[in-house]
């Protein structure tokens, strides 16, 4: 148990629509970072928030897009989904600013259908 | 940091040992991680080793690092069927933000 949660657990959506995915950090943790796993893949950086700033992004098109909240929640949105856009979205919280010797804390995943 | 290669199945007995590897491709890795995913799951921290160190051992799991030929191996002693699962390795690089996550490794246990 992380102590990050995230929702919701299942969505199926259509093509060119849009979709918000919500992500609950631990308490205190001020970066947030989203992936995307495909399946039969590892998971894939998309893009990282600390203190409602983002802090790094990966090869992901800006239809791709976030918000951090102060109260430790954030979300991704995606515009204008493609059949490829199908995946697990995993979100991690970690308690500094980030960088990549800080343990991230991963949520269970919201798992996203386009049809 | 991005390739990150991994075995993709991996089929042992009850009560052996089992050996995870992988190998990565950039010298600027930091932390080495390993997480675990059950069907349907997120990702489970299991265990890390900073790049300075060449083993780190908690309780049945054993982290082998071997820097010159950036191969790191994950050992899970008397593997029980719990174990079953998708084992990532996933590197941190300096100055990077991320983690870079290999394509996993699939663990049955026979039981």
């Known amino acids: 148990e992380t102590g990050v949660t995230q929702s919701p657990t299942h969505l199926i959506k259509t093509r060119g629509q849009q979709v918000t995915l919500r992500c609950s950090s631990q308490?205190?943790?001020?970066?947030v970072s989203w992936y995307q796993q495909a399946l039969g893949q590892g998971p894939q950086f998309i893009f990282q928030?600390?203190?409602?700033?983002?802090?790094g992004r990966g090869n992901f098109p800006p239809r791709f897009s976030g918000l951090q909240f102060p109260n430790y929640s954030s979300e991704l949105n995606v515009n204008a989904l493609e059949l490829d856009d199908s995946a697990l979205y995993l979100c991690?919280?970690?308690?500094?600013?980030?960088?990549?010797?800080?343990?991230?804390?991963f949520g269970p995943g919201t798992r996203l259908l386009v049809l | 940091g991005e390739d990150v290669e991994q075995s993709l199945f991996l089929s042992v007995r009850e009560g052996d040992s089992s050996v995870i590897n992988c190998t990565y491709t950039?010298?600027?890795?930091?932390?080495l991680y390993w997480y675990k995913q059950e069907p349907g799951a997120g990702l489970q921290l299991l265990t890390y080793?900073?790049?300075?160190?060449d083993m780190k051992q908690d309780q049945r799991l054993t982290v082998l690092l071997n820097k010159k030929d950036k191969h790191l191996s994950l050992r899970i002693a008397d593997t029980q069927t719990g174990d079953s699962a998708i084992y990532f390795c996933?590197?941190?690089?300096?100055?990077?933000?991320?983690?870079?996550f290999g394509t996993g490794t699939r663990l049955t246990v026979i039981p």
């Open positions: 080793i900073f790049s300075n160190m």
């Open positions: 950039d010298s600027s890795s930091t932390y």
């Open positions: 308490s205190g943790h001020n970066t």
């Open positions: 928030y600390y203190r409602e700033e983002e802090n």
């Open positions: 996933a590197e941190g690089l300096t100055g990077a933000n991320n983690l870079f």
């Open positions: 991690a919280s970690s308690l500094g600013r980030g960088g990549s010797q800080e343990t991230q804390y």
